[in-house]
């Protein structure tokens, strides 16, 4: 058994609060059938659909498969997408009950139309995303104030899930960069790192890390160089960098950055929801006890399973203990 | 005709037609396209809009309540959010939901387009196209049953997705009242039993193997079919070429098309078959009811987006031929129209204005803005927005006038009203390809420009005729002046 295995078992009596944009993936699954007499485009006859919650949803139910108890500050439109997400929250464990519904605005959903022959492997044919428009409906920000502060009494850390729509404004975020005083605030932020600065932690990918320090990441050294950027100008506490099949870096203030690679054969299915992984495997760590190093040792792993699935996937405790036990953390014990 | 469109079209009033078939719901899912997606090299929609509309069966219905007939619907929806879709659609229609029943084992039949950057780029289709099930088909047998005698006609509007089986036309057919058909399929053999049936010339051809392209076609199709299926009449609808009819004992007749232009032949045969079902409802002899039918598909290829016509339209266009009256429309029927045209890939113009005194600029500009696509939207500002423009004493002309008067233009495809001082909001509503501006404009920036260029459109700045103004005609008028002076 792997060292670092017992702070699994602690990872069941934490509440977590997550904070964020909740998406509804969905996947429409189709046959082509013939070309349309309307216009000269193909008609492909529904087969079935699957709903599965996305976004701050996607972190909170990777939380959940942990066993970590998970209290959610998020919000879904009064429709059909927002009462699966719901339904599939409630099935993974995550208590709904908080979630705001919003008959003013739609559920963001992102439906993939995958077509093919029954027992054919189905190719994606379009996405088709569904977003509240800017301005379309004014962010309750004082409901979600509200809300967050009910759900501090009871909660060990938040943990933020920003896709940059209409949950986080200004004075939301305020509210978790004052908490994070207080309380571990790990936040995981699409193109506005920026606006978390003095957090605990945060989690960016490439991508979001050469956005905001300004610098490309071409070669391992250059990874460095943004991740100490990041660490210094926004101020926070540690810097989780996830380079994709280059593995992950750790950023902490005072120490030396610590490279991992990616554990398993590399044979990639489908990265989606990965970062979502990392972000709740790297908290429910952290929070059960384990060092900074151990818990982005742990997300690794964790990791490593979930892109090996389809689709924005979770990792079980088990099978996260399976993959601790085949690779040993290429550190000592603390 | 032996009397005058009025009368006539008045006794399709308050007659009873139950309507039997397939019920579908058209959705229209209108986006842009700004990017390819990160997961798979497919593009990636943003939804800016959703409509839907009841199809089949339903628009049947909605086509007879159109006229003031008393339709009732009966079909199948599933237990499902697009289920509660059709419903209000249909009660939007003006048709009682009350004889939809909920078949929880399938679902609602959906049609969805999506549509970017004024183009069709998939149809999604979901429909469980097997016949209905024993008990329920049982049911609605019963149901049937208790009509006899409480209907005027039967209109089995069929799109073989399952719900007409054999015992239901059995029953529909023991009612006691005409009953006509709106066949799909080759297999018309079902349909026995039934009065009369509305092919179009596709469907006719593919039953009979008579070429339906020419008369002596139609009439051999028509012949076999009657003779085959024991039927007291057939119509053949020919699109274009406009509607052939006979009956049992030998009489005939060829409608040629009312419309001067078809511009889409979507929902026309369900307009046939409801105006022909009111017609012999009205105890009409065939050759009335097809010229009624004739006149009111005319109305609907022709007339921009709409799916029924009125009974004044209808009576209009017996008494006057067709008008270019139907061009005038409200803001939201413009809309859904541009979103109709966009969805069939045609290039619509926008241009807006007062148009008070028309004049030769007026002309010259209106014909250039229509050189820039497939068809011309004029967004006309409304008295109170064109007196704030240009002062009091303005407009000379009302709104309907002015707007009556632009319908009146050949390069003029759709005229509706508008109430701001600026298209920005109409401009977004209609979703242009091209939005045409004066030259003037340049400078002062066009309003709904960013909304078009971000949606793939263009706007074009039009040359300015000089020497035209309504306010010039108005000053000369005033001062006693003539053209030479």
């Known amino acids: 058994m792997s060292p670092l295995a017992h702070w699994l078992d602690k990872m069941h009596g934490l509440t977590i609060g997550v904070v964020g944009d909740v998406i509804a993936d969905v996947y429409l699954y189709t046959r082509p059938a013939r070309l349309s007499r309307e216009a000269p485009v193909l008609v492909v006859h529904y087969e079935r659909e699957e709903v599965i919650p996305g976004g701050a949803a996607n972190t909170a139910r990777n939380l959940a498969a942990f066993g970590v108890h998970v ?42 139309i995958l077509a093919g022959d029954p027992h054919r492997t189905k190719q994606q044919l379009f996405r088709i995303d569904r977003e509240p428009r800017r301005g379309e409906a004014r962010p309750r920000e004082q409901e979600t104030i509200a809300r967050l502060e009910v759900v501090d009494r009871s909660v060990q850390a938040f943990l933020v899930s920003d896709y940059d729509y209409d949950l986080l404004t200004p004075a939301v975020i305020d509210w978790l960069r004052r908490k994070a005083k207080s309380k571990p605030v790990i936040v995981d932020s699409r193109h506005r790192l920026p606006a978390f600065s003095g957090v605990t932690v945060i989690t960016p990918n490439e991508e979001e890390a050469e956005e905001t320090a300004g610098l490309k990441i071409e070669a391992g050294s250059d990874a460095l160089a943004v991740g100490r950027a ?21 950023f902490a203030q005072g120490q030396e950055p610590l490279e991992f690679g990616i554990v398993g054969t590399g044979e990639v299915v489908d990265v989606s929801g990965a970062g979502d992984t990392v972000v709740a495997a790297f908290s429910a760590a952290r929070l059960a006890g384990a060092s900074l ?24 405790q088990q099978e996260l203990r399976d993959v601790l036990a085949r690779a040993p953390a290429p550190f000592g014990q603390a | ?124 289709d979901r429909e469980e196209a097997s016949a209905i099930h024993g008990a329920l088909e049982q049911r609605m047998v019963a149901q049937l049953l208790k009509l006899r005698g409480k209907v005027d006609a039967v209109i089995l509007s069929d799109y073989a997705k399952g719900l007409l089986t054999r015992p239901l036309i059995e029953a529909a057919c023991a009612l006691g009242a005409e009953v006509l058909v709106d066949p799909k399929g080759r297999d018309f053999e079902r349909y026995r039993g039934a009065h ?13 193997g008579c070429d339906t392209s020419t008369l002596d076609g139609c009439r051999a199709a028509a012949e076999q079919l009657l003779k085959r299926i024991g039927l007291r009449w057939v119509v053949i609808t020919r699109g274009a070429r406009g509607i052939y009819w006979r009956t049992a004992d030998g009489a005939e007749g060829d409608a040629p098309t009312r419309a001067r232009t078809v511009f889409d032949v979507t929902g026309a045969g369900d307009t046939v078959i409801a105006v022909l079902a009111l017609a012999r409802a009205a105890e009409l002899p065939l050759s009335e009811g097809v010229e009624l039918a004739n006149a009111a598909a005319g109305l609907v290829v022709e007339r ?114 508008f109430s701001e001082d600026t298209p920005e909001k109409v401009v977004p509503a209609i979703a242009p390809a091209v939005l045409v501006k004066g030259a003037d404009w340049r400078d002062k920036g066009v309003v709904g420009r960013s909304f078009v260029e971000a949606h793939g459109g263009v706007v074009v700045l039009a040359p300015l005729v000089a020497g035209f103004s309504t306010t010039g005609l108005i000053e000369r008028i005033r001062d006693g002046k003539g053209a030479d002076a």
């Open chain 2, 304 to 417: 921009l987006g709409a799916a029924s016509v009125t009974p004044a339209e209808l009576a209009n266009a017996l008494a006057h031929g067709f008008s270019t009256a139907s061009k005038v429309l409200t803001r939201a029927g413009a809309a859904e129209l541009s979103h109709r045209y966009a969805a069939q890939g045609r290039r619509v113009v926008l241009t807006n204005g007062c148009f008070d005194l028309l004049h030769a600029g007026h002309v010259q500009s209106l014909e250039h803005a229509r050189s820039q696509g497939d068809l011309l939207f004029v967004a006309v500002n409304d008295d109170a927005s064109v007196r704030r423009a240009k002062g009091a004493g303005r407009p000379v002309q009302a709104l309907a006038q002015r707007m009556r008067m632009l319908a009146a233009f050949a390069c003029v495809d759709a005229v509706f009203p």
């Open chain 1, 71 to 112: 209290q959610m500050v998020a919000e879904v439109g009064s429709d059909s997408a927002g009462d699966r997400v719901i339904e599939m929250l409630g099935a993974a464990g995550v208590d709904p009950g908080a979630i705001l519904r919003r008959p003013e605005r739609p559920t963001v959903t992102k439906t993939r």
């Open chain 1, 293 to 316: 190093r151990e818990a982005a040792w742990i997300s690794n792993c964790a990791a490593s399973v979930v892109v090996m699935k389809v689709g924005a996937a979770t990792c079980s």
């Open chain 2, 1 to 124: 005709m032996s009397e005058g469109g009025d009368e006539l079209v008045a006794r399709l009033a308050r007659r009873r037609v139950l309507v039997v078939g397939d019920l579908i719901l058209d959705r229209y899912v209108r986006g842009d396209v700004p990017r390819i997606s990160p997961e798979a090299p497919v593009p990636v929609v943003h939804v800016r809009g959703e409509e839907v509309r009841a199809g089949g069966a339903a628009n049947v219905a909605a086509n007879v309540a159109s006229l003031r007939g008393h339709p009732l619907l009966v079909g199948v929806c599933g237990s499902d959010a697009a289920g509660r879709l059709l419903k209000e659609q249909v009660v939007a229609a003006g048709v009682s939901a009350s004889g939809i029943r909920v078949d929880p084992a399938r679902p609602t039949i959906e049609k969805t387009r999506i549509l970017a950057r004024h183009q069709q780029m998939l149809r999604v």
């Open chain 1, 230 to 250: 990041l660490l210094q100008r926004l101020g926070v506490g540690a810097v989780l960098l996830t380079r994709g099949k280059h593995g992950m870096v750790l």
């Open chain 2, 196 to 208: 009369g049936i509305t092919p179009n010339a596709a469907e006719a051809e593919a039953a009979t």
